[in-house]
């Protein structure tokens, strides 16, 4: 049995509207992460008190911001830190913000966070990496994404909470992730509906007030977790997991023989037989999500025939095979799209993560490789999936982190 903790983006992203929010914020099951107190570090540039308590409920007061300039050196190492651009606009009327960083999966612009906030009445410059932006008070748009890009649905919602009249996001992302920071906003005092579909309605409010809530469960630790059982062939139960959240890798599992069953809780996972193969194409949700194409490549190695994942959201999401490959996979990458002969067998090697799910997709294939695998770039992992290492351990996993002198 294993518990999965709080959903890495769902925290980043709720954290960043608690910043929207004057007063004291205490937010249940944020994961100890580095990207979470990445933020926390920003957030206490900003003037905001922030700090794990003893319970482990993370608390934020943005009763007073001191400053709407974000560092851009810690802004820099994560991709939904410019969430605080919106933020800090709509605080302050005007606010400074690099580009954000994150994994290195392509080119991941900004444009569309951009656009939509000038649609929302502020007008934005960049110069030297950093954005500078002005707004008397954001005003309600029609904004059209022109993908369902989650950060950018993200950003705008939180943006326009407080914008003057109402906001409708088209074609915004309908991630759990997205339902959850509508949840988290409305307890605040928002008035978002329609989250979860493709036509978000956002009513502005003057003001929002805090509150208590309770992160959900991360779905991509979860499929992580139940990857792992199927290439090892176990029988593990998966606890906190929300089996709605995780639908479409189930779905692709139980195509390759992976038997899933609801049990209190979570689920329980179980290979019936040998790994199928199947193919796969990564889609915004509730397609099969980008972000669990690499630990899912990794069982794929290991099926009784051939599997073509083809990934269609980022331009180079693919780097990990090469890792793939030392341990004896064969796989071999066409533009977007990556061909998996089965082999009988994987064996451990030195190896690299790439970026965090291709460091996931690394340690799937560790467990279930003939002899010892070290890996290194532990960095990335840390980024997202908090205690890895003893979560595996008290499934059985024979798997040690050594300090680095
Ligand atoms: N895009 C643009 N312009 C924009 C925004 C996005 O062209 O302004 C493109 C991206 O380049 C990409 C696609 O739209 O090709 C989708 O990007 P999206 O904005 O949905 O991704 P994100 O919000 O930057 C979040 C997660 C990622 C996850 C993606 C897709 C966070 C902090 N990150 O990124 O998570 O892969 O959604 O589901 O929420 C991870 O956890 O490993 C990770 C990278």
């Known amino acids: 049995m294993v518990e999965v903790g709080g959903s890495k983006n769902d ?3 709720i954290m960043a509207g608690a910043l929207l929010v004057p007063g004291k914020t205490v937010l249940h099951n944020v994961p100890h992460i ?3 107190f990445t933020l926390m570090e920003i957030f ?4 905001v008190k922030t700090d794990f308590r003893p319970d482990g409920a993370l608390e934020i007061d943005a009763t007073r911001l001191t400053t709407s300039e974000a560092p851009h050196d810690l802004v820099r190492k994560m991709r939904a830190s410019f969430n605080v651009l919106g933020v800090l606009l709509s605080r302050f009327g005007h606010a400074s913000v690099a580009m ?4 290195d ?3 991941r612009p900004v444009n569309f966070h951009v656009k939509g906030l000038e649609q929302l009445g502020c007008r934005l410059h960049l110069e030297h990496g950093i954005y500078t932006g002005e707004v008397r008070r954001f005003r309600g748009a029609n904004i059209v994404l022109e993908f369902p890009s989650a950060g950018a649905t993200q950003h705008l919602m939180i943006a326009a909470c407080r914008a003057s009249g109402k906001t409708i996001i088209e074609n915004a992302a309908a991630e759990p992730e997205i339902i959850d920071l509508a949840d988290f906003l409305n307890a605040c005092g928002a008035h978002i509906y329609g989250a979860g579909t493709a036509s978000i309605c956002i009513e502005g409010v003057e003001e929002l007030h805090p509150t208590e809530f309770t992160v959900i469960p991360d ?8 990857l792992a059982a199927a290439i090892t062939g176990g029988d593990i139960t998966i606890r906190n997991a929300v089996q709605d959240h995780c639908r479409p890798v189930l779905a692709k599992m139980r195509d390759c023989n992976i038997e899933v069953t609801s049990v209190e809780e979570g689920y329980r996972v179980r290979r019936v037989g040998k790994i199928g193969a199947t193919d796969i194409k990564t889609m915004p949700h509730p397609g099969f999500p980008t972000d669990m194409q690499q630990p899912f490549a990794a069982l794929l190695t ?5 599997s073509m994942i083809t990934e269609t959201v980022y331009e180079s999401r ?3 095979t090469t890792e793939l490959a030392r341990m004896g996979a064969d796989i071999r990458v066409e533009d977007r799209t990556a061909v998996i002969h089965g082999v009988d067998r994987l064996t451990g090697a030195p190896v690299t993560c790439t970026d965090l799910r291709g460091g996931a997709a690394v340690v799937v294939a560790g467990l279930a490789a003939e002899g010892q695998t070290e890996i290194s770039g532990l960095e990335h992992l840390d980024r997202g999936y908090e205690g890895i290492v003893p979560k595996l351990q008290s499934l059985g996993a024979n798997v040690t982190r050594t300090p680095i002198h």
């Open 34 to 36: 580095r990207d979470v």
């Open 318 to 320: 693919f780097r990990y």
């Open 105 to 107: 999966i392509g080119a």
């Open 44 to 47: 206490r540039h900003l003037g």
């Open 302 to 306: 290991l099926a009784d025939g051939v």
């Open 219 to 226: 779905r991509l630790q979860a499929g992580t977790f139940a």
């Open 11 to 13: 925290s980043v992203a």
């Open 100 to 103: 954000p960083g994150g994994c």
